[in-house]
């Protein structure tokens, strides 16, 4: 009678053991991948207007008081949910975040598909972005 308990004490261990979790997704640790580094990351803002692109590891950036943008060296960093951009303009830091997730602008009918959110200095800014692989949905010019 002694083996009755010690058999099921081992088929409830290997029970127990049957039932732990699968293992971790392993893409959950690669980086993100949905901007790659010959890919242009464009990205638009309001409230103020601004905007620009990210090609290889310059940044422009742009507003209404300078359409031409000004051009700034950039670090690059492919996290697990999304992509980074800083570097410095005008003697401030710039941190620019891009991340999977649909996005409005607000002002025209356009879908994006990556969430930005930009800080410069101690200043939070969110906006859209979209390469080519990952287009926007709505009037080209609205």
């Not at 590891?57 to 980074?84: H, M, V």
């Not at 930005?116 to 080519?132: A, H």
């Amino acid at each position: 009678m002694r083996t009755l308990p010690l058999c099921f004490a081992a088929a409830c261990t290997l029970t127990l053991a049957a039932c732990q979790s699968e293992p971790a997704d392993e893409s959950a640790t690669e980086p993100f991948s949905g901007i790659g580094d010959a890919e242009t990351f464009h990205f638009t803002g309001t409230e103020p207007f601004w905007g620009g692109e990210v090609e290889g590891l310059t940044l422009k950036y742009s507003t209404p008081e300078d359409q031409d943008g000004t051009a700034i060296a950039i670090a690059r960093f492919a996290g697990r949910g999304g992509a980074s951009f800083s570097g410095m303009l005008d003697g401030q830091t710039f941190e620019m975040t891009a991340t999977e997730s649909e996005c409005s602008d607000g002002m025209s009918d356009r879908t994006y598909p990556f969430t930005v959110t930009l800080e410069i200095g101690e200043e939070t800014r969110n906006g859209c972005g979209w390469t080519d692989r990952h287009p926007f949905e709505g009037d080209e010019n609205p």
